[in-house]
């Protein structure tokens, strides 16, 4: 009769090996969004227009052209996207990501080709959605 509390006891110990490897997961999405959104605004400060929109979401860049009528990289330019360098916070919910600096914003998603950001220059309103500069539709 001790075999069943055996038994019960080793699929615990598995499901609880399962949780703890998932921890570094995490933390590794939560470092790879924190880098993404930190590269985004180091292109911002080299004014690199080619490398801002390659780490735009696909929907972002095609919104932006739309409502600029005009190539990314020329669109990109005219965005007023304040430069944020500290990071304060990084918030993950699944494949998305929000990315909390000093003087901006971010919110990125997860492709499979990395994270890609989705909104920029967005600040906090009470009891309303965010405020972006740069999202897509």
């Known amino acids: 009769m001790r075999k069943p509390h055996r038994i019960s006891t080793l699929i ?3 499901l609880l ?5 998932g921890c570094g997961s995490v933390q590794e999405r939560r470092s790879d969004a924190e880098t993404a959104a930190t590269g985004f605004e180091r292109l911002l400060r080299a004014d690199d227009p080619a490398g801002l929109c390659a780490a735009l979401a696909p ?7 739309d409502s600029e009528k005009a190539s990314c990289e020329k669109a990109i330019s005219s965005q007023d996207i304040p430069l944020g360098s500290t990071t304060h916070r990084v918030d993950l919910y699944g494949r998305q990501a929000r990315v909390v600096l000093d003087a901006d914003t971010l919110f990125l998603s ?3 080709d990395g ?3 989705v909104a920029a220059g967005c600040t906090p309103r009470p009891d309303r959605p ?8």
């Open 12 to 14: 615990f110990l598995a």
């Open 17 to 21: 090996g399962l949780v703890l490897s």
């Open 59 to 65: 929907e972002t860049r095609g919104e932006l052209e």
């Open 110 to 112: 997860l492709f499979p």
């Open 115 to 117: 994270w890609k950001v």
């Open 130 to 137: 965010y405020q972006c500069t740069l999202q897509g539709g």
